[in-house]
């Protein structure tokens, strides 16, 4: 194993072209990640076709760079403009906003950049080393184990709701309204298209997730109010890597538990990687010795959430290359960029194209650090956006949004989309209705319905075939634990106090 | 949190959710294997009657609150809380329909003119009326670079943006 | 401000006859082409979409730019290109499944409603596979067992998609499976592997690693006739089931284009599938053969498709 990564290492150094090239995967992943409106998966589909002419490894080398950098970038201006950059950091803002609002977005843009790094480098490593272990895992997963798993994140959602539970959960059935929208899974039917043919397609999450957060925030700043939580941050102050080593040693447990989940999360395809942040945001929360404290800025958050959504990176990669299975938008046009060279990912892989698998293998190792590299490099640069003025970066942000929706699927009903979600993101946080659980709920509503559905049909109509299933009970099992043990502290802290 | 406010809130949500239980009828039923035994209409009218439960209870619970602070509390009339449109307003009502715009014309103009367009309105919307006549060459200039540069930029990486006159 | 406004749309009126493009046949293409695969990036349309433009604008002498309008199926790409301006500058790629959509009535219109250029390439054949260790070694066996034990082997197979119709067909062929839903082909191997289903419709180079590991065998093959890459396995068709189907990637242009653009288009494509030896190279590379049909016969194949998917057509709307 070791010559193969040997071989890897020394096919990437070869050429000052494949470094360049990784190099310019990396950083163009950095830059889609952070614009808001621009993601990781249409900068994968934009450098796509690019890679066509390249050798196997080489052109799958970059397009994983451009999966790392745009998996890290998003954090940029999740923390810097709360507006999260990709669905992968939308619980970055929680707290990596109110952090930089303390004038601590150095902190912040640091402690985020290294755990994406160790959440990258922890998922390569399980990529690496017991791939073969969890993708035997994987087949395990049929619909009624993906249900659970789907039900288990749902209820999280609880934790995330903000002051009243009520309105939290109605905001989420809100997101599983709309993801009702166009056509049904299993049977197709046409749900509230209104016979157009563009409802009939449904809304992607691009526009939800970039109008809610960022037409949202364009428009309430529009206001020139001086309202605290619209105006942008000025001040703030960097110093090294912008967090201390106590800070980091105390969140060791914490980057660790999310990275794993994130990972889990990777794995299973058809739950979305895109929830991982969020689902583990929750889980530090509940889990925490001072959860009243997330929201107002504390690291746990940001560590949360940029450790389990880098760590989604490898564990995505399992499926793809063990079984060619995609687990994502993103792994999908990996997937793509294999069977362009002719090449089918499956349990063969890493014997007919062993040299490529570990060239990637190699070269993810090498976007991790260059990643880390590139953003430390770039976090004066970043903080600068802060000093652009308001009428200049606000409609530049509107010009990327709308280039990022069109660019999905050339539609400019997409684009319509955004201004639909901004507006109604403008209107919830007036009436202080959260929008974090309309995410998750829109995410989550069309796996719940398909796998519960699924599961039926399977077992020809019988619910109870679920407790057949090991894994699916084992996860409700961990549902009623897992909110069991949450009481359970609340009740001891309460009692010291 | 103005209870009224939140009254009117879980109306909205009622309502909503009446709305579309009542969409959910028209769901057409399609199980061409004589198998499924949940239909599509099954989780839209689960949704919708959670919402709808779910907002009684919101309602519910602020008209007792209401109740309560209004025995206790006569002469706590909330005031202010009356909407008005002002400069804030009126600035957020135009960005919203000069992106409308802006969308509507991509396509039609093209991408470099419509993005120049928007870009030169929105910023001098934005811009401090004081400011306006310093900042003016730099907004004209800017809008143009950026949307030309955007335009080879994104063209270049093999993605699609309308052409128009000037593309 | 306002007479920068006018100046700008001065400009712009000016530069508009410069820019507009005189479209013709006899000059045709004089600007780019825009060309827009109904499904999206990766996938094998897409591929072969690129592979085809490269050659094809070299050929024409125009660039083409490749748009990715995935969603829905391809529908919403092929109504994009329906309601196009018919000046040979929009063309539209799809396949099989514009047929099986307008059959199931997700769209109300047909291939008809546009201009068929040319199939320009074959996808690789779909395959019916089961796990190696299944008592079944043909479609008949299949048929036999599942009478036996009706509603007990799950069959994948997706509402308005072309594998309802092999669904529809064992149906009526007497088989009585259990057909249940999995989502894309991708989702289908993990499903076959992990014993939650035991028959899947499925690309025959996405499983090559699963066949040569033993994993899966085949039971018949979905084409027409038999594939000549697998020339001991019989096709539904000779199985009893009256389902047979390639993916046909084709060109469309919008209803209205000047036939002699169409024309134009379809020459150079049978140009390059014909005579061009980096194009081959580059095909066989990806497991697929060159394979053309001009304008008239891409007509009739597109035309009898349709009416063999109309004889179902009730079943795939749901009506009995």
Redesign the interface.
Known sequence: MLELFGAGFAAIFSSPVNILLIFLGVSAGIIFGALPGLTTVAAL??????T?GMDLGISLAMLTGIYIGGTSGGLVSAILLNMPGTPSSIATCFDGRPLALKGQAGKALGIGIFCSFIGTLISIVALVFISPVLAAL??????WENFAVTVFALALISSLVGK?L??G??SA??G??IA?V???????????TFDS??L???F?LLPVLVGLYA?SE???S????TDKDTSIVTDFTIRGLGFSFAELKSQIVNIIRCSFIGLGIGIL??IGGSTANLIAYSVTKNSSKYPEKFGSGVIDGVVASESANNATIGGAMI?LLT????GDGAT??L???F????V?P????FQ?NGAAVYMIFAAMIFSSFLMMLIMYGGMKGFVQILRI????L???I??LC??GA??V????FD??G??FF??LG?LMKK???PIPPLVLGFIL?EP???N???G???S??D?LDILNHPIALMFFVLLVAFFGLTALQKKLREKKT | MNHKQEIGVGIFFFILAALYLAGSLSISSFDPFGNSTLTSKAIPQLIGGLMAVLSIIHIAGNALKLKRTQTSNETGKAGGTRFEIGRSGWLMLLSVLFICAYIFLFTRLGFILSTILFLLAEMFLLIPAEKRKRWAIFIVCFSTGLSILLYLLFTKLSMFLPRGLLG | MKKLFLSLAMISLASAPLIAAESSASNWPNQAINLVVAFSAGGNSDYNARAMAKYVSQELGQPIVITNVGAAGGTIAAAQVKDAKPDGYTVLVHQLSINVAAASGVINFTYADLAPVAVFAKASEEVIAVRADAPWNSIQDLIADSQKNPGKYRLTANTGASTQWIAIALQNAGAKLNVVSSGGSGERIPLLLGNHVDVIPIQVNMIEDYLKTNKFKILATVSSQRSPSLPNVPTLLESGVKCGYNYYNTFFMPKGTDPAIVAKLSQAVGKVVAGNASYAKEIEAFGQTPFYMDTKPTEEHFANELENLMQISDVLRGKK
């Open positions: 589909s934009m450098f796509l076709p690019i066509y994987t087949i395990k997963f049929g619909p009243s009520v309105m959960l109605v059935l809100l599983m309204m009702t166009g056509l049904a899974p299993i049977d197709a039917a046409k749900r509230y043919i563009e009939t397609s449904g992607t037409i364009v428009i309430s529009s206001s020139g109010s395809p058809g499926p079984l060619g299975i995609p999908a046009l997937l793509g960029g069977m362009l060279h002719g089918t499956g349990p063969l892989l007919t003025p308001a009428h200049v606000l409609p530049v509107v010009v709308i280039i069109y660019a699927n050339s539609r400019i684009a319509w955004l201004v901004g507006v403008l009436f202080g209705v509503g719940f319905e398909t519960l559905r699924r039926l049909q399977y020809n109509g619910f």
